[in-house]
């Protein structure tokens, strides 16, 4: 059990640290972005703050489907077993997860190089693109540690 326990606590940890890069960037960064007098002239900060982030979501989202799979390998062989509840709440976060990184690749590759090359008349589509694909994700990623919490007891 010990090892199914560190397998939960270090992927609730990696967990923790996407949602809150993702609530930061939705609370803090892009909506400073909107009260600025000249958004357009932020582009240049947003691009350089956004600059190696991409990698750095990616060891983390690998981290979580690492770590997701050594849990479900070490409860799956703990005895007594996983609850037919718990394999549910699993494959409910595995969907969560799916949906999550989906968003992530269609931000990175899609909208920012979008957000990258747009005309000033399109930044504002552009924008709410963005602002919604980062919703997506912060919520999906806030429902899996959800899922962290109702899957500990059952």
Same mark, same amino acid.
């Given at each position: 059990m010990a090892l199914t326990n $560190?397998?939960?606590?270090?992927?609730?940890?990696?967990?923790?640290?996407?949602?809150?890069?993702?609530?930061?960037s939705i609370v803090v960064v892009q909506q400073?972005?909107? %009260?600025?007098? /000249? *958004?357009?002239?932020?582009?240049?900060?947003g691009q350089l703050m956004a600059s190696g982030?991409? %990698?750095?979501?990616? %060891?983390?989202?690998? @981290?979580?489907?690492?770590?997701?799979?050594? @849990?479900?390998?070490? %409860?799956? $062989?703990?005895? *007594?077993? *996983?609850? /037919? $509840?718990?394999?549910?709440?699993?494959?409910?976060k595995l969907a969560l997860y799916v949906v999550a990184c989906s968003a992530f690749a269609y931000q990175s590759w899609w909208v920012w190089p979008r957000r990258i090359f747009a005309l000033p008349a399109e930044m504002p589509a552009v924008r709410r693109t963005f602002l919604i694909t980062s919703l997506v994700m912060a919520t999906a990623l806030g429902l899996m540690l959800a899922v962290d919490v109702i899957a500990a007891t059952a």
């Open positions: $560190t397998f939960a606590v270090f992927q609730t940890v990696v967990l923790a640290a996407w949602f809150g890069a993702m609530v930061y400073f972005q909107l %009260r600025v007098a /000249d *958004p357009e002239s932020y582009e240049d900060v982030s991409r %990698r750095r979501i990616l %060891r983390l989202a690998f @981290l979580i489907g690492v770590s997701g799979t050594g @849990l479900a390998i070490s %409860r799956a $062989t703990a005895d *007594p077993g *996983p609850s /037919d $509840t718990w394999v549910v709440l699993m494959c409910v």
